[in-house]
């Protein structure tokens, strides 16, 4: 496939002398900018999407050998999907904002409700609801992305808006629900160096369930032995990977664990200690204890605080 290219090999020169244009340096190689789908790609498309129906006939390759095809699936929904240099990499499937709940599978919609989520407001055009299947991983994820208004004095019309980002994966497995915007799976369609940092930290026969994109962090989830862990790739270390944790019965402290936690709570007035998780880095295992402040699902987003402190794991 012949791509768009144009190289120079000195900065383009413009030299007006005796009525003579000189222009140097550059050449640019013409074509047509799209190319028919490659048969290796439509083999691979047509059988992951028997049914599908294609939107168009053509492909394009950017400068990075990225395309897509985007396509309605076998059950009228619309996605896209994404290839790299000709090999399939990552799939997004939009859904209805109004009518979701009725398109998800069953023991997703389960898990979103099980949430305790309420009044959630998906008319931003930054709120979506999305499925992602990807290479390398075993199961689909959704992907859940809104807005809850809270009441709040200080505000111009009284009211505040607060993203929320919510991940499940296709067996309802919640994967991640906190109090903020991530950034959409599709922005991040190969997340294999990722993987591949993490994979040598990951236990023997764990299984990985999906992933986010935190503050340009990979955060990827896996379970092993019945448990949903985080392992975190880190952008700033060349996708690195930093430390892996999983939340732990908080009502099982060791004894320097219950005397941190005693001396934080003496030392900072309304909060409570709501999550104990174990943590793991390069340089040891730690205690992980969460402190917040105010309440999470009803406050206003200036009300609610949360801090966590680490110890040494004994």
């Known amino acids: 496939m012949i791509k768009n290219k144009a190289y120079c090999s000195v900065p383009l020169i413009l030299i007006i002398s005796l009525g003579i244009l000189i222009s140097g340096g550059c050449v640019k190689e013409e074509r047509a900018p799209y190319d028919p789908i490659p048969e290796n790609v439509m083999r691979h498309f047509t059988h992951r999407y028997p049914g599908a129906t294609l939107l168009s006939e053509r492909y394009f390759e950017d400068y990075q050998g990225w395309a897509e095809l985007e396509f309605i699936d076998s059950d009228g929904l619309k996605a896209t999907a994404h290839y790299k240099e000709g090999i399939w990499m990552m799939t997004n499937k939009v859904y209805s904002k109004e009518n979701f709940i009725y398109q998800i599978p069953r023991k997703v919609a389960r898990a979103y409700v099980g949430t305790g989520v309420d009044n959630e407001d998906y008319s931003s055009d930054n709120s979506y609801v999305m499925e ?9 994820q959704y992907e859940f992305c809104f807005e809850i208004p809270y009441e709040d004095e200080d505000a111009i019309n009284g009211v505040i808006y607060e993203c929320n980002t919510i991940a499940i994966d296709e067996d309802g497995d ?14 991040w369609k190969d997340i294999t160096t990722s993987l591949n940092s993490v994979s040598g930290f990951l236990p023997s026969g764990a299984t990985v369930l999906g992933s986010v994109n935190e503050a340009g962090n990979n955060l990827i989830f896996f379970m092993d032995n019945g448990v949903i862990k985080t392992a975190k790739s ?9 430390k892996t944790y999983f ?5 099982n402290l060791t004894e320097a664990a219950a005397k941190a936690r005693d001396e934080f709570l003496s030392e900072h007035e309304g909060y409570r200690f709501t999550t104990l998780y174990s943590v793991e880095d390069r340089f040891g295992k730690y205690y992980g204890l969460k402190f917040e402040k105010g309440d999470w699902n009803n406050a206003v987003a200036t009300d609610w605080i949360a801090t966590t402190i680490y110890i040494p794991a004994e």
């Open 132 to 140: 992602i299947s990807r290479r390398y991983f075993e199961k689909k």
């Open 174 to 187: 919640l994967l991640y629900y906190e109090h903020n915007y991530v950034n959409p799976s599709y922005w």
């Open 234 to 242: 880190s952008q700033g270390r060349n996708w690195d990977w930093e």
């Open 247 to 251: 939340q732990i019965d908080r009502f």
